[in-house]
Nanobody, 115 residues
């Protein structure tokens, strides 16, 4: 079983950048598919980006070209670099580790994009 702790959220102006981190413990992330999700008020949680064990990243269309997911297996950490942030990116961002039928979630970190 893996435990996940997100950090790096905060308040940023439109056009700004943030880097989220998801630190894992209890197991190595190298065996998991790692994803970032977000949930805005009144909306369903949605997938933002996912990185498979090979390190390839996939993105939802709304963040392509602005967000980059990466993993550092040595540090047991997954990152989400978010550039050119927009107000509609405001949400709680969650990290998820998946392997087979098992999913593990972090507690989330708030990202607010506002002037």
């Amino acid at each position: 079983q893996v435990q996940l702790v997100e950090s790096g959220g905060g308040l940023v102006q439109p056009g700004g950048s943030l880097r989220l981190s998801c630190a894992a413990s209890g197991s190595t992330i190298s065996i998991y598919t790692m994803g970032w999700y977000r949930q805005a008020p009144g909306k369903q949680r949605e997938l933002v980006a996912v990185t498979f064990r090979e390190g390839i990243g996939n993105y939802v269309d709304s963040v392509k070209g602005r967000f980059t997911i990466s993993r550092d297996n040595a540090k047991n950490t997954v990152y989400l670099q978010m550039n050119s942030l927009k107000p509609e990116d405001t949400a709680v961002y969650y990290c998820k580790a998946s392997r087979g039928p098992y999913d593990y979630w972090g507690q989330g970190t708030q990202v607010t994009v506002s002037s």
